[in-house]
């Protein structure tokens, strides 16, 4: 069998070409994670946007990295300001809030990526996107059962602090001395919306209490919440004049509290043994 010298030069042809390939795609990792170095040695330095480009520098040549996204989210968020209000850095904010989003998309279940929307969110008062973020977590059926509990109880926690902010206003809570000591009684808000809203608030932060617990019976904050979402439904019987519901829902916070209380005693337990297991023995 004859083979021409141009089909032979081509094959050769190739073989260099995916050669050099190869080695072109080495020598961008390489370069890569020296880009990488450059970021951290920036980053500790507070030289930040510095540490930006090199990390984006590094994600270009090398667009697999998978430390390099997680890089440039970290350094946009160090960058923002909390509590500074000024347009520019609630769009740093965002600009963070998006970079972690191309690493869940990266990696689902990069906790830190998921824990720093929630916070970034929180910091610039997006209080819509925060719940629907959230919300997103506790639906998925693809999280464990744990992270979906510890979703549902943060929903019932935002949702308790709904109601709080509006009883303890001075005007809703009444306290009086009465034979030496302190009573406090609750009246409802002057208007009308607020009182239906707080209703809602504790309606389904009940709600998603117990969402919480279906997916985790042990999940303490979950309990904790049911507690004083409970209290808070107390609060608003008072309010509407009636008494039994006061009683009742006096009742269930008060098994609710105790179930907390027991899980609370646990984990200060095993807190406290492994302390003991990680102190040096003299």
């Known amino acids: ?5 141009s089909r032979i030069g081509a ?12 080695g072109c795609t080495v020598v961008n990792k390489i370069r890569a994670k020296n880009e990488l170095n450059e970021t ?3 980053y500790k330095a507070g030289r930040f946007e510095e540490a930006e480009n090199h990390a984006k520098r590094a994600l270009y040549l090398d667009p697999s ?3 390099a996204p997680i890089f440039i989210a970290r350094v946009i968020h160090q960058q923002y300001k909390p509590g500074v209000d000024s347009p520019d850095n609630i769009q ?9 989003q191309r690493v869940l998309q990266q990696n689902p279940n990069n906790e830190e990526a998921f824990k720093a929307i929630s916070v970034l969110y929180s910091a610039i008062k997006d209080d819509q996107s925060l719940r629907a973020w959230i919300t997103k977590r506790a639906s998925d059926p693809s999280q464990p059962n744990e992270k979906r509990a510890e979703a549902y109880a943060i929903l019932a926690g ?14 809703v809570k009444i306290t009086s001395s009465e034979g030496g000591s302190a009573k406090v009684t609750y009246k409802k808000p002057k208007d009308q919306k607020d009182f239906d809203t707080i209703q809602k608030c504790v309606v389904r932060g009940l709600e998603e209490a117990e969402t919480a617990i279906k997916y985790d019976s042990n999940d303490e904050s979950a309990w904790s919440y049911k507690t004083n979402l409970l209290l808070e439904a107390a609060k608003q019987a008072e309010m509407d004049g009636k ?18 209380g027991a899980l609370a005693d646990e984990r200060r337990k095993k807190e406290e043994a ?6 040096p023995t003299p």
């Open 274 to 279: 492994a302390d003991a297991s990680a102190s």
């Open 1 to 5: 069998m004859r083979f021409s010298w």
């Open 243 to 260: 008494a039994d519901q006061k009683s009742q829902y006096e009742k269930q916070a008060d098994t609710a509290g105790k179930r907390a």
């Open 40 to 42: 951290a040695r920036a």
């Open 158 to 171: 935002k949702d308790w602090d709904c109601s709080y902010k509006v009883t303890e206003q001075p005007d």
């Open 11 to 22: 094959t050769a042809v190739l073989g260099l070409f995916v050669a050099a390939s190869a």
């Open 92 to 100: 740093r904010a965002h600009e963070a809030i998006d970079a972690y």
């Open 65 to 67: 990295n998978p430390t």
